[in-house]
């Protein structure tokens, strides 16, 4: 293995690594295994000592045994090579502290690791359905969400090694078209398609819905226009796919401005189910499902009743033979089962649509669409808020642009750049500033819980102090300037960790816990479990930074420190970049 470093430039070979995390998991469950059959640890870091094993009273429990005389047990069936010292805590915890010499063994397989200790996977299919704004409308804060969170689940399971198939669910199809498509004609197409490509899809709509319900004559029109495109008239086809073709092109624009990973290739919306909405509906019928129930065809899922007790239908086909929301997502579950052979689909779609994925998903396991193998999750989240704490809105009500967010952000991280003696041209301070604010937006976002609503502030996001994208982004690049002020070719491969600082210590043992990070969050789809894990680490940095001198501390204290720095600053730029956030060199 050949490990070389020059500044600003590194090159890493992978050395094939397992985690200390999965180390010492990996002894939990040989001695809980040793005791009997059934029963799982659970490893959390702590603050107590370094780690703290759980899951014993559940052991305890399936032998009918005092806890803390099974953690006793426990104890002496583990095998305590670099563990310094174990005890029982609590009502039956293991508190393990580590020798020094396993954290240097960890630290020292990190250095010649690119992955810095995170597993691959064994190359699952996942189909992630996210973003899914609408054509002919405007983006709003909850497509932010998704597009956002949607993405970091999508770098962070390409990054273990699993095939993400990204699916952009818009809303390409469905009784507006026929208003749209008329307006587009009475608008004409070259002033149409001009009006859209700016990006002023909201007036659009609002222009088009204004007539429809002003004018009886339009109303008709659109009326006709819709049975025209469902009856694949090819010039109503044509002006359709206008609308799809300008709205797309926009929403690529914003995912550009973003730094998101999806493309126009992985638009596959509403409309590309229609041919096998049929299906559905006959194969339903077929299983004995389909309820006809006030003229539209139903399947009531067990389980579902309203509030009244009664039992919810999943409408399939309407009344006017039309199919509706539900039946383009069972086509869609169908397809990504049987033609993408996907092992996980996750639906990135707010929490208010909870109850139609419950449905749908019951729907699809009940009709044997959706096997138990498949795992399906409705990743749901919560609202962004105003200042008032109320839905996010303009002052006159209207949707908030994501573009224009970005761009104000942008604004404002150039202007407290600007603010700063710098020697960097305009050019390079406008580039800075855009992934500052893409940090600070993106950030806010994957920082909260995902289920809860967070308060959209642009001054808490954009700023550089507390748990913000910039704040990370300024200790990655603090770390770099370390680096750029070295004047030797430095070889971190060769440095021995003694870890005789306290705040030495307790970097190293954050920088060990990075893939329990990653694995947490993809196990749960939190993204913030990473955000959190990389907030921890930059401030047990900044602690670090305050007591140890780096640069000037004589050798071979130097090198040590250099290389606790190389590795905090690998594990913020990979971390951060799996969150779909930049870490520029310099800020
Ligand atoms: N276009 C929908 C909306 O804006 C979201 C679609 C989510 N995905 C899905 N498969 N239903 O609310």
């Not at 690594?17 to 990996?26: A, F, M, P, R």
């Not at 709003?140 to 956002?148: D, E, K």
């Not at 044509?238 to 401005?257: K, N, T």
């Not at 994925?357 to 795992?375: D, H, K, N, Q, T």
Request: a negative charge; proline letters at 4%; glycine letters at 8%.
């Amino acid at each position: 293995m050949r490990v070389w470093y020059r500044p600003g430039r590194t090159r890493w070979e992978n050395g094939g690594v397992t985690s200390t995390y999965d180390v010492l998991l990996g002894r939990l469950s040989s001695a809980f295994d040793a005791i009997s059959e059934g029963t799982d640890p659970v490893l959390r870091t702590s603050d107590r000592s370094d780690y703290q094993a759980n899951g014993v009273m559940a052991l305890a429990k399936s032998r009918g045994e005092n806890p803390r005389d099974t953690a006793q047990k426990v104890m002496e069936q583990l095998d305590l090579a670099g563990i310094a010292e174990v005890e029982v805590a609590g009502p039956g915890f293991l508190n393990l502290t580590l020798t020094t010499q396993f954290l240097n063994d960890q630290l020292r397989t990190l250095i010649s690791d690119e992955r810095l200790g995170v597993a691959g996977s064994t190359g699952r299919t996942v189909v992630i359905d996210y973003s899914a704004p609408n054509v002919a409308k405007e983006m709003h804060v909850g497509h932010l969400r998704s597009t956002v969170i949607g993405d970091a689940l999508a770098r962070m399971y390409r990054f273990r090694g699993d095939t993400v198939i990204a699916r952009n669910h818009v809303g390409d199809w469905g009784t507006p078209f026929g208003m749209l498509i008329e307006h587009l004609l009475d608008l004409g197409e070259d002033e149409a398609i001009a009006s859209l490509s700016i990006g002023d899809l909201d007036s659009f709509y609002r222009g088009a819905r204004a007539k429809f319900d002003a004018d009886d004559a339009f109303k008709e029109r659109s009326r006709a226009r819709v049975v025209a495109l469902q009856g694949g008239d090819a010039e109503t086809r044509r002006l359709w796919q206008i609308l799809v073709d300008e709205s797309v092109a926009y929403f690529a624009e914003v995912y550009r401005a973003l730094d998101v990973t999806l493309t126009p290739s992985d638009v596959v919306g509403e409309s590309y189910y229609n041919d096998m909405l049929d299906d559905v509906v006959r194969d339903l019928d077929a299983l004995g499902l389909l309820v006809e129930s006030g003229g539209a065809l139903c399947v009531f899922p067990e389980g579902f009743t309203n509030r009244d007790g009664e039992p919810l239908p999943l409408i399939v086909q309407k009344r006017d033979e039309g199919f509706g929301y539900a039946a383009t997502d069972l086509a869609a579950v169908r397809d990504r089962v049987s033609n993408l052979h996907a092992d996980e689909i996750l639906y990135v779609v707010g929490a208010p649509q909870g109850q139609h994925f419950e449905m749908v998903l019951a729907v699809a396991r009940a009709a044997g669409w959706l096997p138990a193998a498949v795992r399906c999750e409705h990743v749901a989240f919560g609202n962004v808020l105003g200042p008032d704490r109320k839905m996010f809105k303009t002052r006159s009500g209207e949707t908030v642009k994501l573009i224009g967010l970005l761009d104000e952000a942008t604004q404002r991280a150039d202007v407290a750049l600007a603010l700063r003696p710098s020697a960097m041209t305009e050019s390079e301070r406008r580039h800075l500033a855009t992934q500052i604010a893409r940090a600070a937006v993106k950030y806010a976002d994957l920082s909260t819980d995902r289920q809860r609503d967070y308060v959209f502030d642009l001054d808490r996001m954009i700023a550089f102090e507390g748990d913000t994208g910039p704040y990370l982004q300024y200790a990655h690049a603090r770390l770099r300037s370390i680096f750029r002020r070295l004047e030797h070719p430095w070889d971190p491969s060769a440095t021995t960790f003694t870890l005789n600082d306290r705040a030495e210590r307790e970097l190293a043992l954050g920088l060990v816990a990075f893939p329990e990070a990653v694995d947490a969050a993809l196990a749960t789809l939190q993204p913030h479990r990473l955000s959190g894990y990389l907030f921890d680490l930059a401030q047990r940095f900044t602690a670090f930074y305050e007591a140890c001198p780096v640069l000037v501390a004589p050798e071979p204290q130097r090198s040590e420190r250099l290389a606790l720095c190389e590795l905090t600053s690998r594990t913020l730029a990979l971390g951060l970049s799996l969150l779909g956030i930049e870490a520029p060199e310099q800020m």
